[in-house]
């Protein structure tokens, strides 16, 4: 894998653990649309560093959930729950965003909050997993 691709596969996956942190403070503040919000931002960004490993770069969260979905889950790389959970957060923090009559209470914002923790691990395991695996020679 050629070294661009590592580090910036590396860059997503801290771009992806900062918005976990603004996430938690975001939630620990009852902030909930913004909790919801850094939650999909998180999944987009960890699962935009898996997808960059495979030389994948899409710019806008439809990419990447297509991408994912058909890529990994469709064939049983990553369990489907989280292709599902990676589309319906997009379409929940779409819809906060610009839907006057969408409520986001504590209730949807603690299972966006405990899901891209979730989803997040995962994919930083995969990622690391594979650049592991293809550690450039000395």
């Known amino acids: 894998m050629e070294e661009k691709r590592r580090v910036n596969g590396n860059k997503l996956i801290a771009i992806a653990k900062r918005n976990l942190d603004e996430m ?7 902030h909930y649309y913004g909790t919801v919000n850094r939650a999909d931002y998180a999944m987009f960004h960890a699962v935009s560093a898996l997808l960059l490993l495979d030389g994948k770069r899409y710019k806008k969260h439809s990419g990447v959930i297509t991408a994912f979905g058909r890529d990994y889950a469709k064939i049983g790389l990553v369990p489907k729950e989280y292709a599902e959970l990676l589309n319906k957060a997009y379409d929940v923090r779409n819809k906060a965003d610009y839907d006057i009559d969408m409520v986001i209470d504590d209730n949807v914002a603690e ?14 395991k995969l990622v690391a997993e594979r650049l592991a695996e293809d550690k450039p020679t000395p």
């Open 24 to 30: 938690r403070t975001m939630f620990a503040n009852q």
């Open 111 to 124: 299972l966006y909050h405990r899901k891209a923790e979730e989803l997040v691990a995962f994919i930083e």
